[in-house]
């Protein structure tokens, strides 16, 4: 009974969180110069590799710091993760 509200919230979260990675990715590459002649290969996958890693440690980082609050306030995480 009280899945599907639930269940509506969720897959329009994950729809939202989807369109916003596609629109951020996009505007990356497009910042890059991905579609210009003379953008350079080397440097998108530089900067591709440099976000990838300061992602992966700022969630390292976070999860130190924060891991033992998100256990007694997870729905108040839940919403934070997507904005």
Known sequence: QDYLPYQIYDTLQAFCSTITGILAQRAML???GVGNEAAKVAAALWQTTVRRNIGKVARIAFTTFKGTDM?????????????
């Open 71 to 83: 256990d007694a306030n997870c729905k108040s995480w839940r919403l934070v993760a997507d904005v």
């Open 30 to 32: 497009t910042g890059m």
